[in-house]
């Protein structure tokens, strides 16, 4: 595939950061995206999938730079810029939550009409086009637990929160666990679609795991102090929406002390 005009090899491709032995988050400069790869012995986990046919594929690639291991997908969760680049994988096994099945039938279309609006307002017709072009691959429901070869990662639900379908992938040996955007670094968290009420207790239990390194949907890796202090100021937007519910607050008073200023209330 020939680069589209104006894009370039910075934009289009990613910068590895290896994490520890064989587990890795590579991170693009389109939306902040992180996703991951861990390998074992026999296997290889992709973490995510970017967010098209075009960018799935610089993705497959680079993996396959790696490792020549048999590859099995994970998706954290149903948005686009998560899973459209799936096909790119070829014929794969792509595990998520049943959840994320269900959220890609209902909202594929909408989110790839919504976006493909949003890159042609800002003029990337290229990421329009292969947006426009790109169709979600259907996950089956994940197993608990995946045995890549002298490396176990576990497959959890640990509640609802940035959707209602998040999936983590832990890696206990290697003290790192992928989040996707229950946990963002850089931006502030994506409330549109979240159960803000349910969220910051899912963020315990990811703590819970005991994890030094927590991978995020977007931006750099973090530690379990960022994750606290994100809880934390989940916990301050479910508090100023249960009183908004309750007639309390205003909802403008409410979107005023937010700790998110800006973003859109759920
Ligand atoms: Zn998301």
Same mark, same amino acid.
């Given at each position: 595939?020939?680069?589209?005009?104006?894009?370039?090899?910075?934009?289009?491709?990613?910068?590895?950061?290896? /994490?520890?032995?064989?587990? @890795?988050?590579? !991170?693009?400069?389109?939306?902040? /995206?992180?996703?991951?790869?861990?390998?074992?012995?026999? !296997?290889? /986990?992709?973490?995510?999938?970017?967010?098209?046919?075009?960018?799935?594929?610089?993705?497959?690639?680079?993996? !396959?730079?790696?490792?020549?291991?048999?590859?099995?997908?994970?998706?954290?969760?149903?948005? @686009?810029?998560?899973? @459209?680049?799936?096909?790119?994988?070829?014929?794969?096994?792509?595990?998520?939550?049943?959840?994320?099945?269900?959220?890609?039938?209902?909202?594929?279309?909408?989110?790839?009409?919504?976006?493909?609006?949003?890159?042609?307002d800002r003029g990337d017709d290229a990421t329009a086009d292969a947006l426009a072009a790109s169709v979600p691959v259907p996950p089956e429901p994940a197993p608990p637990r995946l045995d890549l070869g002298g490396r176990v990662v576990l497959l959890r639900h640990l509640g609802r929160g940035h959707t209602d379908h998040d999936l983590v992938v832990d890696v206990p040996d290697a003290d790192v666990v992928f989040a996707g955007d229950l946990v963002e670094e850089g931006a502030p968290p994506d409330l549109a679609e979240a159960d803000v009420a349910a969220w910051p207790a899912t963020l315990t239990a990811l703590l819970e795991l005991g994890r030094s390194i927590v991978v995020p949907g977007h931006g750099a890796p973090v530690g379990p102090e960022f994750v606290a202090q994100q809880r934390d100021r989940l916990q301050e937007v479910a508090d100023l929406c249960a009183r908004v519910q309750a007639g309390t607050l205003s909802a403008e008073e409410a979107a005023r002390r937010s700790p998110y200023p800006g973003v859109p209330w759920p």
């Amino acid at each position: 595939m020939t680069d589209p005009p104006g894009a370039t090899m910075e934009g289009m491709s990613g910068t590895w950061i290896e /994490l520890t032995e064989g587990v @890795f988050a590579r !991170r693009y400069a389109e939306l902040d /995206l992180t996703v991951g790869l861990v390998l074992g012995a026999e !296997r290889a /986990l992709v973490i995510d999938t970017r967010g098209d046919t075009h960018q799935g594929s610089e993705w497959a690639a680079a993996v !396959r730079d790696r490792t020549s291991a048999p590859i099995t997908v994970a998706l954290t969760h149903a948005h @686009f810029d998560h899973c @459209f680049g799936t096909a790119a994988f070829g014929p794969v096994r792509v595990l998520a939550h049943p959840g994320c099945a269900a959220a890609i039938a209902r909202s594929a279309d909408d989110q790839r009409a919504e976006w493909v609006a949003r890159y042609r307002d800002r003029g990337d017709d290229a990421t329009a086009d292969a947006l426009a072009a790109s169709v979600p691959v259907p996950p089956e429901p994940a197993p608990p637990r995946l045995d890549l070869g002298g490396r176990v990662v576990l497959l959890r639900h640990l509640g609802r929160g940035h959707t209602d379908h998040d999936l983590v992938v832990d890696v206990p040996d290697a003290d790192v666990v992928f989040a996707g955007d229950l946990v963002e670094e850089g931006a502030p968290p994506d409330l549109a679609e979240a159960d803000v009420a349910a969220w910051p207790a899912t963020l315990t239990a990811l703590l819970e795991l005991g994890r030094s390194i927590v991978v995020p949907g977007h931006g750099a890796p973090v530690g379990p102090e960022f994750v606290a202090q994100q809880r934390d100021r989940l916990q301050e937007v479910a508090d100023l929406c249960a009183r908004v519910q309750a007639g309390t607050l205003s909802a403008e008073e409410a979107a005023r002390r937010s700790p998110y200023p800006g973003v859109p209330w759920p």
